[in-house]
């Protein structure tokens, strides 16, 4: 079976990258793929509990990314590095995720035949 991982990078809100990565992962996932989700740096912002999106006039994606058990996604992968430099815990996020130990990224990047970051 093949597989996908989608490599969320960016703030939300911050242009179409976070609708594109959703997206992306609900399609792969439709078509049976296996697919997960890891997010880096700024990219946790889009997991993050209680966003208020209307200053920026985008829509709240909070409601897709806990659709993923739905579509059979789960595996999301948070780089741990990432959440403490932010001051963030797995408390302050919207979904289940698994850490990942800066080391483990190269080696769950292998896990996966398909990579796509945006």
Do not use: W
């Given at each position: 079976?093949r597989?996908?991982?989608?490599?969320?990078?960016?703030?939300?809100?911050?242009?179409?990258?976070?609708?594109?990565?959703?997206?992306?992962?609900?399609?792969?996932?439709?078509f049976?793929?296996?697919?997960?989700?890891?997010?880096?740096?700024?990219?946790?912002?889009?997991?993050?509990?209680?966003q208020?999106?209307?200053?920026?006039?985008?829509?709240?994606?909070?409601?897709?990314?806990?659709?993923?058990?739905?579509?059979?996604i789960?595996?999301?992968?948070?780089?741990?590095?990432?959440?403490?430099?932010r001051?963030?815990?797995?408390?302050?996020l919207?979904?289940e995720?698994?850490l990942?130990?800066?080391?483990?990224?190269?080696?769950l990047?292998?896990?996966?035949?398909?990579?796509?970051?945006?």
């Amino acid at each position: 079976m093949r597989s996908t991982l989608i490599i969320n990078q960016k703030a939300p809100h911050a242009g179409m990258g976070t609708r594109e990565a959703l997206d992306a992962a609900l399609a792969t996932a439709a078509f049976g793929v296996k697919t997960g989700v890891l997010f880096l740096d700024d990219g946790i912002f889009q997991i993050i509990k209680n966003q208020n999106t209307d200053p920026a006039g985008q829509k709240n994606t909070a409601a897709i990314f806990k659709s993923f058990a739905l579509y059979d996604i789960d595996h999301i992968f948070v780089r741990a590095k990432d959440l403490a430099l932010r001051g963030l815990t797995e408390e302050d996020l919207s979904v289940e995720v698994q850490l990942v130990e800066d080391d483990a990224v190269s080696d769950l990047f292998c896990q996966f035949d398909n990579l796509l970051t945006f």
